[in-house]
């Protein structure tokens, strides 16, 4: 099987190479580092590089989180759709990895001026995967999404309230008083949609565990 997914790489249009992702994820092993890499650096292709993008995601190796970030600046300024879907398949990569240094690559990006659409979705998806290295006990995401609770974005300030929760639903009863506070304040905040995604993560942590926001309701 391995020998099969070496030789998809080497050979296989772009959309074959998108079947052997399941395949990549379950072996990891090391002999796909290199060709995933090569595809990766495919500057004329970027549904190739996509793919890549993806696969060493799957790999789990955080000695890639420095190639994905990159790729990633080679293409910042890269205009259309496949522009667009290839740097969300990094940061969905980088989230992957596990690497609680890629908070720091995250801020920059988070941090530029008023987004478009393209942009708010580019952010979207970067809180995403804030979310899922704080899952993986990320610390520094953590205080990341903690402090995106104070942007003035409704809608990412909601999503990054429910990374938080989530972030928590294996360990619910590791969540600093803080955290929690943060989110009880929010759910009275003006705008309706922070508000309700405050309640359903308080909701979400009573119903894994969390004995202070069992506690909330019970009040």
């Known amino acids: 099987m391995i020998q099969a ?13 998108f079947e052997i992702l399941p395949r ?6 090391s002999r796909f ?4 890499l090569e595809l990766l650096e495919q500057k004329d292709d970027l549904k190739r590089r ?9 790999m789990g190796t955080k000695e890639f989180l420095e190639p994905l970030k990159k790729a990633f600046r080679e293409t910042r300024d890269s205009h259309g759709a496949a522009a667009r879907d290839f740097q969300m398949a990094i940061i969905e990569a980088i989230g992957a990895l596990g690497d609680d240094a890629a908070a720091e690559f995250f801020l920059p990006i988070l941090s530029e001026g008023p987004p478009g659409k393209q942009s708010a979705r580019l952010h979207r998806c970067i809180i995403e995967s804030l979310g899922a290295l704080a899952q993986q006990g990320g610390g520094r995401s953590l205080e ?10 409704p809608e990412l300030r909601a999503l990054a309230l429910s990374e938080l ?3 928590y639903w294996h360990r619910p009863n590791q969540i600093d008083q803080a955290t929690l506070q943060r989110i009880l304040e929010l759910t009275n905040d003006r705008s309706p949609v922070v508000a309700e995604s405050a309640l359903a ?4 942590l009573a119903d894994v565990g969390c004995h202070r926001a069992e506690k909330l309701f019970k009040k």
């Not at 580092?33 to 995933?36: A, T, W």
């Not at 993560?201 to 979400?204: Q, T, Y």
């Open 50 to 58: 996509q793919f890549a993008a993806y696969a060493l995601g799957a």
């Open 144 to 153: 990341v999404l903690l402090s995106l609770t104070q942007r003035g974005d």
């Open 201 to 204: 993560a308080l909701e979400s």
């Open 165 to 167: 929760s989530v972030a």
């Open 5 to 17: 997914c070496l030789e998809t790489m080497r050979s296989a249009n772009a959309e074959d190479l």
């Open 24 to 29: 990549i994820g379950v072996l990891r092993d």
């Open 33 to 36: 580092g290199k060709p995933l």
